[in-house]
């Protein structure tokens, strides 16, 4: 890896902090230096770190991919999960296994500018879309100008793939991109939005039908709220528990639904993953962060403040919840989190706590991965749910001062 790719991938990483500087969120929430962190936990943080990165390195197919090669997603993740580790931009070097990752998922480029497999005989085919946008920022940490190709026609595919019907669905982004199926949700809208925003330098000149449609997409957003003054459909809620929280898409939440109190009629549950997507999707689209929706997402967040399980959903999803909470809050630019009564949490030392706690060692070879015995959206894969870990650890780590003097 050249000192010019080590730059490269150190910016793009930085970029998913959101506006906020190395330091600047911490001195703006007046916390300690440390975020939190004392000097052994960061010790044993680093020390998870590098056996989930070792792990994933032996679990490598022997054709460059992780798990299915029918999903070059599940690659993608680990590749960006190696490639973020303290330790690999330490050194300014990235193990075999990233350019041995990184060339089967050239290999998965389409013509269309996709990078994904088709898949027959299942709902949503390959998850182009999925697929396309994982890829695209697993690529762009790389920071090698020989992608930059490649990453134009990701961002074009997706932009494609943006819903443009007048429906609920209008705006967002779904797994696949079929025509005749209005359907968006808000997880797959998050991926794409980030891979868009992570990406933006590669297509400066891009014409106006190769431009995603923020306003659109914002909307979109925001109909996957509970805010009556935002959302009118009639599943959103005025139960406090509800407000401001987020579901899948606006016609459905994997929590289910409930019945109000006044029995008037049923509202779709939020849940955890979901309102950090919510809120992380706003971010990315550069909604301000005093914007009535995004406090109401963050007042949501910090009434059901937990670790130890996926808000409204258990374990299912626990994985991607970690994940897309480091990615949220480090975008919101807030070390502390005010909770109901007055307490208050430093949310980088809660997480990194629990998904050191959470570490399993593989008695065989000594190194460390991270499994879901719920295997909800597959993280029973450990090789998902490391690669979901380790980013988790690696966004909550990313602003400690000392990893910034070595």
Not at 12 to 41: I, K, Q, R, W
Not at 102 to 121: H, S
Not at 217 to 222: D, E, G, L, M, Y
Not at 357 to 380: A, K, V
Request: aromatic share 8%; hydrophobic share 35%; with cysteine.
């Amino acid at each position: 890896m050249t000192n010019r790719t080590l730059c490269c991938t150190v910016l793009l990483a930085l970029a998913m902090t959101g506006p906020s500087g190395l330091c600047s969120a911490a001195e703006e929430a007046g916390t300690d230096t440390n975020l939190g962190l004392d000097e052994s936990l960061l010790k044993d943080a680093l020390h998870a770190v590098g056996l989930g990165v070792q792990w994933l390195d032996q679990h490598q197919h022997d054709n460059g991919c992780w798990s299915s090669p029918s999903f070059p997603a599940m690659t993608a993740l680990a590749v960006s999960a190696i490639q973020h580790s303290p330790q690999v931009l330490a050194r300014r070097e990235a193990p075999r296994s990233v350019s041995r990752g990184l060339a089967f998922i050239v290999g998965c480029v389409r013509e269309d500018g996709g990078i994904y497999q088709p898949v027959e005989g299942v709902k949503g085919g390959g998850m182009p879309n999925y697929n396309t946008a994982l890829c695209a920022m697993a690529l762009a940490d790389a920071g090698n100008p020989e992608y930059e190709p490649i990453l134009r026609g990701a961002r074009r595919f997706l932009v494609r793939g943006q819903h443009r019907g007048h429906d609920v669905f209008r705006g967002g982004m779904g797994y696949d991109q079929a025509t005749n199926r209005p359907y968006a949700d808000l997880s797959n809208t998050l991926f794409a939005l980030e891979a868009l925003r992570r990406t933006e330098g590669v297509d400066l000149e891009a014409p106006a039908e190769a431009r995603l449609d923020w306003e659109a997409a914002i909307a979109f957003v925001s109909r996957c709220q509970h805010r009556r003054a935002s959302n009118d459909a009639a599943w959103v809620s005025d139960e406090a528990d509800e407000r401001g929280g987020f579901v899948y898409h606006p016609q459905k939440s994997h929590a289910g639904a409930a019945e109000s109190a006044d029995g008037d009629a049923d509202y779709l549950r939020s849940y955890g993953s979901m309102t950090y997507a919510g809120l992380l999707s706003f971010l990315y689209a550069r909604v301000d962060r005093d914007d009535p929706r995004v406090r109401a997402a963050v007042d949501w967040l910090t009434r059901r403040w937990t670790v130890d399980e996926n808000p409204g959903m258990g374990r299912q999803g626990l994985y991607y919840h970690y994940h897309t909470m480091a990615k949220a809050l480090n975008a919101y630019g807030r070390e502390t989190l005010e909770l109901p009564g007055g307490g208050k949490v430093g949310w980088r030392r809660a997480l990194v706590e629990k998904l050191v706690s959470l570490q399993r060692i593989d008695p065989d070879t000594g190194l460390g991965y991270w499994q879901n015995d719920n295997n909800r959206w597959w993280e029973n894969d450990p090789n998902l749910a490391t690669s979901y870990a380790l980013m988790a650890l690696e966004m909550a780590l990313r602003q400690h001062p000392r990893l910034h003097d070595e």
